[in-house]
């Protein structure tokens, strides 16, 4: 049977380690926080990738319509040209101006219609990923509110936890609680029961000394160490 101090500190014990459990959960919200944010920041820059393809396709779109006006305006130009030539050889060589101007006015017109049809493409690419990129960003968005809430709820746990901590030391003695407090700083839990003649701890083998002493009345004063880690050990009948 345990002895009364060992029981006020195995109630501590337990208090203590709710309250570190919530203490660790309430430290990770922000940290997984972080993690929805930075796939919301990849989902955005993501549309925003396909936002600058379809604005770069429609800039190349606008230079070469640029292109093929002035390409024009020169076709036009060298047609007027050629019908107030008097010499054979000026008319010849504005025929040739013409032929190749209107060889490049119907190239850069090719590459215009390919431009267009790109610019199609890359419309109902953008469209079709702004879609389900958005609803990606507005599920990440919805964990983000849950574990916004979900950390006010643990905040409010471990609030009402460190009440049931104090509640739990009062009763127990200084000598014992100094003793919890060093050994709870370096480690948890700090009340281990003694299984087969280990540590419920470290699981290493006890002296035969802290073993009698396990088996004896505790006191506030009294209370069985492990050789190895140091834990309070106790006996398990």
Known sequence: MLSPVLEKLLILQDRDTKRLGLAAQIK?????IAL????????????????DELRHLESDKKLLETEIGSAEDKLAKYRTQQLSVKKNDEYQALGHEIETMEGKVGEMEGKELEIMYAIDAAKARFAAAEKVLKENISGHEARIATLREREASLQ?????TLADVATARAPV???ALRVYDRISARQMPVC????????GGCHLKVSSEVESAARGKSTDTQLAACDQCGRLVYWES
């Open 192 to 199: 281990v029961p003694l299984q087969h003649g280990k540590c």
């Open 36 to 51: 929805v944010q930075q796939k919301i920041a990849a989902e955005k820059a993501a549309i925003d990738q396909a936002r």
């Open 156 to 160: 409010a746990e471990h609030t009402a």
């Open 28 to 32: 990770a919200v922000p940290g997984d």
């Open 173 to 175: 003695g200084e000598p």
